[in-house]
């Protein structure tokens, strides 16, 4: 079934997380989100927590062990605590790739589930940089990361030199949590077309910080036409 406008807009997790945002930013960010339409924003940690008036009926989303990963499992686990009191709704955590990359699964799952018993009832995402994995490694950790009780799992920070998104790395975790957990595409998705291409291979939430443009093309390619953006590094 093709992905509806409407449906895009409700799985979309409007995106800032340029590491110099400024306060003044972040609130025309919030003016734009408001007008777009989109139900959640994904924003750094040190952002919050957000002025209500700003914010209004907008969801947060934190990122925790942004951009890198390589953090101590206490520490992301602290900084969702964090995240949570100063009002985020959902944790988007970055694994710890260097354990994947070793083969260290239990070390991934006990990771994971630090910062899972650090957030209970709070909706849990688990960015595996899937660019920068192998398809084993990838398949490893959606499994640590259902293991450790996450509700997604989601492929990219949009700040690695190896990449964003790929249809093949969505299409392997789709396979790998079957249904059981979702799967967020995020990291150089830009237009319509990509985002439905996506949501084909199994994605069921989006991270997008050019959610205006995929929405101006969603029903005019040439109107959501950008260029390609290189991921930012770090
Ligand atoms: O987590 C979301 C990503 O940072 C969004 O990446 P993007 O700016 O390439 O859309």
Do not use: Q
Not at 207 to 220: H, R, Y
């Amino acid at each position: 079934m093709t992905l509806t406008k409407t449906a895009f807009l409700a799985a979309a997790d409007h995106t800032l997380l340029a590491p110099g945002t400024t306060r003044a930013e972040l609130a025309a960010f919030l003016r734009d989100a408001h007008g777009l339409g989109v139900p959640r924003v994904c924003v750094s940690p040190s952002l919050l927590p957000i002025d209500p008036e700003l914010l209004g009926e907008l969801e947060v989303v934190a990122v925790v062990g942004f951009p890198s990963g390589a953090h101590a499992a206490a520490v992301k686990a602290a900084e969702a605590a964090r995240a949570v009191a100063d009002g985020a709704r959902e944790i988007d955590m970055v694994v710890n790739r260097g354990l994947a990359r070793a083969g260290d699964l239990a070390g991934v799952e006990t990771e994971i589930r630090a910062v899972r018993e650090a957030v209970p009832g709070r909706v849990l995402k688990v960015i595996l940089e899937s660019a920068a994995l192998s398809n084993a490694e990838i398949i490893g950790v959606c499994r640590a990361a259902e293991a450790a009780g996450a509700d997604f799992v989601k492929t990219s920070t949009g700040f690695d030199p190896a990449g964003g998104a790929s249809l093949d790395a969505v299409r392997l975790m789709a396979s790998a949590v079957d249904g059981r957990l979702g799967v967020k595409a995020s990291g150089g998705i830009r237009t319509a077309e990509a985002v439905r291409a996506f949501a084909a291979a199994g994605a069921t939430r989006f991270g997008v910080s050019g959610t205006a443009a995929i929405l101006a093309g969603w029903d005019d390619p040439a109107a959501g036409a950008t260029a390609e953006r290189e991921p930012a590094g770090y």
